[in-house]
């Protein structure tokens, strides 16, 4: 079946670069998402890549998909204190018919100052 | 004005009680869902529904019912709740598959089963 599987735990110093990685088993995902939640908050969508695309940039993110070993990753510049929270890669799931997301454990990124 | 709504934030209750959580979406979506989130933080999709299809995922126990009143409304019952069940619950809903990308979620409602 479909799995998303994401490391648990990444720490950075405030102004470094975030690579949070991502590896995922359906090879039909047409949609990779990027999902934040913050402590006691609920799902924020970061950003999506379409499968079609190698890259996708919005302001301080970068989305890099290698479709082929199918990896994805989000890169955070200029990492900031605010954004200490945990990440969830999620990719959509066509095979119920209702396109749900599955979602990887989360990776819970702390960022020090 | 809030997208997905959800009720009760919290819902602390014994072993064995039945209880509902609410959810309402004012996005005119025709698909909505629950998710549960558990203590380490993972999420797992427990049903998807429009008003044509409920799809259940397998690996949940049937004291586990959504039902839909209208389009804009999706709610949760649980029947003699276990401690298992205490959780995070999110809401979700979605426009029509083809248009729009985003899964909107509701604020969550922790459920505690004492």
């Known amino acids: 079946g479909e799995d998303v599987e994401q490391s648990l735990f990444l720490s950075v110093r405030e102004g470094d670069s975030s690579v949070i990685n991502c590896t995922y088993t359906d090879s039909s995902s047409t949609y990779l998402y990027w999902y934040k939640q913050e402590p006691g908050a609920g799902l924020q969508l970061l950003t999506y890549?379409?499968?079609?695309?190698d890259m996708k940039q919005d302001q301080r993110l970068t989305v890099l998909l290698n479709k082929k070993d199918k990896h994805l990753s989000l890169r955070i510049a200029d990492t900031q204190t605010g954004d200490s929270a945990i990440y969830f890669c999620a990719e959509k799931n066509y095979g119920g018919s209702q396109g749900n997301l599955i979602f990887g454990k989360g990776t819970k990124l702390s960022v020090k100052p | 004005d809030t997208a997905v709504s959800q009720t009760p934030k919290y819902l602390v209750t014994q072993m064995g009680n039945d209880k509902s959580i609410k959810c309402e979406q004012n996005?005119?979506?025709?698909?909505m869902y629950w998710y549960k989130q558990d203590s380490k933080k993972f999420l797992k999709i427990m049903f998807s529904?429009?008003?044509?299809?409920?799809?259940i995922n397998e690996t949940v126990p049937n004291r586990f019912s959504p039902k839909s009143p209208d389009k804009a409304h999706l709610n949760l019952h649980i029947n003699s709740l276990e401690l298992g069940d205490s959780a995070v619950y999110f809401c979700a809903s979605s426009p029509p598959s083809g248009t729009s990308l985003e899964q909107f979620f509701g604020p969550g409602t922790r459920l505690t089963v004492l």
């Open positions: 996005l005119g979506h025709d698909t």
């Open positions: 529904y429009n008003n044509k299809e409920l799809i």
């Open positions: 890549i379409f499968s079609n695309m």
